[in-house]
């Protein structure tokens, strides 16, 4: 990790925290929730307001939606952006969506409260330093074959380019293993702990790929340490356009929150 | 998971427990810990009052190991398995050991309390079959490769050759990753827990390969569901003659022991 | 494979051909050398010099460089590319580079004749639409983590959007052996063969990371039934700002043509 | 690679050759077929006869077999190998067999002339050491998830125990990919080559798992400078006990056997 020079932290060095709003990244636990797609201005808001019921403090939703084929669902693009814009504001809930392409980094970073780089660019080094440029936070996913090396030194493009408020995200590596989607990597939540200053959050969904493991993962992602979580919701999952194996209902999203807060408590006092 | 006759979870069906003195595995929490290696009669009696001490309530020591290289350090055999056998005595904790040769496994049976098959010998189907005959709980670690269904394919081997108490061991599974030993694949738990009715305990030590990494993985794994922990941990690790980075002190293992008590208790009351 | 519309192979169908000035490419061998980087015009020109010498057909050089760290040298850009437009003209070779941003498309478009899409922007789905726009044969490579199926819907989304030149390149996975930079799976050639219809290419530099392994995997890749190669050579390696551990000398470059020539020639006639 | 005596190679020191017969294993071309399992005399027989016809020069044939599942089958056994040495001397052709479990081997290194190690145990120290005091030449498979220096390590307790005649195996290592049932790393042949005097062979029956991708990846396999090849055949390898998608015909055996000897004829002029 030699090459590090803003993400190592430095003997002693606390978890970096910024603000959004009332939110304190990096100290106030991140619950991230939300669809995996917008689809419509009814879903998004009916899904916003089961996050804000169950108490997350971020909604997310995805909008440039990037696919493995090019004849699926590949979201609503700008469109959909503006509808997760008037649900945040509807439900006072900050705003997370991915951006795939540079040249939508500026309507993005107008429109949204956080800007998410998914795990499919982690590399795409444009991109890093176009979302460097902007003043808004990023998180910044793990790339499926990312060492933590290399995930350190993609946060380094975004710190390097005068960003300071990045945010990482394991959600998962690709192995041998059928069974999960992905195989998550909650070892990486320590290591970064020890590694960099910057605050670490876990995505169980797309990590795990199955509903029923989200729950028990979510609670290992707290014990294991880590400063958040992001959550696939959808208030009627068997309908969703994408992932619909792996995002929670609403009423799952609520029991989940509500363990996570009792479990983030226990933590603290441990 | 088609073929499986014994070890596939029926709805309904609870984890399967058994009795070994006054430990009921599958409903106590399993504790074990103990050095990697069994290196002289004062090393593991010191580690067994450490062991004792912290609450632990098996005592494992490594005789028969399997090293990379012929010219390393591979145990004591079965000299080392008798003075693992005193040391149990002395502190009324039933041992653990790893057998690698059907050769060697009646005496082994004949002396420990449980047989531990390691993670290369996961698909030795000799081996499998020939702790199948005994009367003893069979520790099976998940092979650094093996998917889900050669795992229970495997714990299959035993059960169909008369023995039921058998407890799997998720220990990390080989990836990318060069900063951890192995990949802990925590999810490998709750997956588990719907797939078969056997306890599954989590050997945080091997995965990660790295001892500031064993305390937040044991919680981790406490909070995905497992049934039990194997530990390793030496009187002086330093001076340990195998796996000497990955083993806790006598004191790093107390204050583990009574985090993960308390991580039982929240999880029960979850 | 079930959602290709473009990429597979109907029954019976040949491999697709389409010419780059003289050469054809899918059914001449191609054979693709060049430093990694452009670093002078010193450099190329004289890397070009021994590209003529040897035979190959296409003069590569990297001038947008993606690096792990932001720090590293990361090519001349635009200036780099026209260093190589230069070399390509005086040695009357057809040049081709890396994109790696949207927004330099139709300048690389303009001034080299193949598209290079690298592995880490296998799945950057902007940038492959991009280059399906113009006009130019683009070099898509396998992402280090990519199954075929994906590998191929990738190459989909560039056919879908209106480009039918696309040649597939194996560069190399990503797997636990650490004595190579990735695994070559050569497999991956016979496999895309039966599968699709676009011509395949393969390349052992980055796959091996290693000057020895170069000349047996490149042979190798000539029996497996790969379309061509891409190789990397340096004037002088030892000096190379990047790869230096495995880019050929000149000398070592006119080797491996001459055998590589043969062993396509054995080839037709077995 | 530090820790090995025997199996490096010195500086300008010859591949190890052995005398089998009339066969020099590390100088003649090894090329051992057969069928996955020997299932009965008429089949082992009639697999014999292409075998012999095809100019192979030794008779492959499971009898002890490892399978996943304790429901499979598991081959005929001591049975089988009466049955496969009788095949062979029918024939004239030296056998292999696999052994499983160091009770066997007294039993396997009478009746074969070869004997195999398979993937699942190649860290199967007790078996290496036993095999390792025979006086027949041992064939050992590399593990599915084994870096080099694990299996050359593995190769050092067979040659330490004072058994000089081990031939190398690449047969293909676990990956993500699902297409091909592992992944042949063929790069290991000639890093293996710098690293040994050992001979290599090459698997692409098992490393492929298609029996359309074995003609090419042994082609691929000579190209790369292997020593010999392990290829499955079976009289009707529709009607097969095991592994009924990779053995290939008696005809496809003839037709890869002539084109191997071109290749290797190929070889040695280029």
Redesign the interface.
Known sequence: MD?L?YAVRKEGQETTCFTVGNLCVGRDFLLIAGPCSVESETQIMEAAKWVKACGANVLRGGTFK???????FRGLGREGLLMLEKAGKEYDLPIITEV????DVEFVAKHADFIQIGA??M????LL?EVGKTNKPILLKRG??A????FL?SA??IL?SNNSQVILCERG????????RN?????A???LK?LTHLPIIVDPSH??G?R??VL??S???????CDGLEIEMHPTPEKALSDAEQQLTGEGMLQLAE?VK??VE?REN?
Chains 1, 2, 3, 4 share one sequence.
């Open positions: 090459g020079k990037p696919r493995m084929s090019p004849y699926s795939t392409d540079t040249r499919r660019n590399q795409n080094f444009s330093e499926m074959t060492t933590l090396e290399e030194n380094e493009y390097s590596i690709r192995t041998f293993e059928p069974y999960t195989t998550l990597d909650l070892s939540v320590p290591a020890t990590a795990t199955r029923e493991l028990p993962m609670l290992a992602a707290v014990a294991a340490g363990k009792k479990a226990f441990l």
